[in-house]
């Protein structure tokens, strides 16, 4: 992409914190992510707040990435959504992510592009794998 | 207490409601689903002042829901109107909050039981047990609430036990001495 690109990350808990670090494991330190988690006790109103302020500081173009649909992260990211311009992953997992940090600063790539083959790639990084011994 | 506007009864007619549940994430993943799913509801009835009138928010909470369930958020007001209009359909009533709750009791709601579920945790409220957060008030309302003839208990999730809102008074009782 030309521009740049933040991530937002915002989960139950601190998943997204921990993934990110899980992701710097395998690609070295990671620039422009944020991650906000959904705690016990904190209203959809506190999350979307909090999220909000930050991204009132960013330049670029913005990808949130939660949890799953139908969850309160996902639900504050919708509400998000409507008032930034941004895009929105829900089930997001370490390919998904290791593929927007690899291709984000790819100049060949549109942001529509790099969402598509993200969600690609986070739905083909899941599958059963048969054990060679018992072929389950 | 009677609102004006109420029929003179004031007693709730929604006979076919399955469950009610005081839940402060509303429509949230699969702990409502479980719920939905065991109590054969079919349609969620949301009953939030604020929140009726909040179009999109409101859209938020309606995409959630999950497939084939049937969403309306109303107003206390709204919701003792429709009262009588809602036929063959299992009702599944979220209160955003214990206060919510009270006041649709308050105006003329008679709810068999009401299912604490989820409680946002505020300055000035302490949990008595896992996480609930609770203060005076709150039990205040929901001893209210209880002497209006509904079961109160609390329980996030099917499979957990269910615990009685006498417990919960004890314990409040016990951690203020």
Not at chain 1, 101 to 129: F, P, Q, Y
Request: proline share 2%.
């Amino acid at each position: 992409m030309s521009q740049k690109l933040n991530i937002i990350v915002m989960n139950h808990g601190e998943f997204g914190t921990w993934l990110i670090k899980s992701a710097e494991m395998i690609v070295g330190e990671i620039k422009d992510v944020y991650a906000f988690s959904l705690t016990e006790g904190k209203s959809i109103e506190n999350l979307i707040k909090e999220v909000t302020e930050t991204f009132d500081t960013l330049n670029g173009e913005t990808v949130l990435l939660t949890d799953m649909y139908g969850g309160t992260p996902n639900n504050a990211a919708l509400v998000i959504q409507q008032k930034y311009q941004c895009r929105l992953i829900c089930g997001m997992n370490l390919p998904i992510l290791l593929e927007l940090i690899l291709i984000r600063d790819r100049d060949d790539v549109s942001l529509d592009v790099l969402i598509k083959n993200c969600v690609a790639a986070g739905k083909k990084s899941i599958e059963s794998c048969i054990s060679p011994i018992s072929s389950i | 207490m009677l609102q004006k506007g109420i029929e003179s009864d004031g007693i709730n007619h929604m006979t076919n409601i399955v469950h009610c549940r005081i839940d402060f994430r509303l429509i949230h993943g699969q702990v409502v689903t479980k719920w939905l799913k065991m109590k054969e509801a079919t349609l969620i009835m949301i009953i939030d002042d604020e929140l009726s009138k909040d179009e999109f928010l409101g859209m938020v909470y309606k995409m959630a829901a999950p497939r084939g369930y049937e969403v309306l958020i109303l107003s206390i007001e709204d919701a003792l109107k429709m009262r009588d209009s809602i036929e063959d359909k299992r009702i599944f009533i979220l209160f955003k909050n214990i206060e919510t709750a009270s006041e649709a009791v308050k105006h003329g709601f008679r709810l068999e039981s009401l299912q604490v579920g989820g409680l946002e945790g505020k300055p000035g409220k302490t949990s008595v047990f896992h996480h609930f957060p609770v203060d005076e008030n709150d039990c205040d309302l929901l001893k209210g609430i209880e002497n209006a003839g509904t079961h109160v208990f609390f329980q996030t999730v099917p499979g957990e036990n269910e615990v009685e809102l006498s417990s919960v008074l004890q314990k409040m009782k016990e951690k203020s001495k």
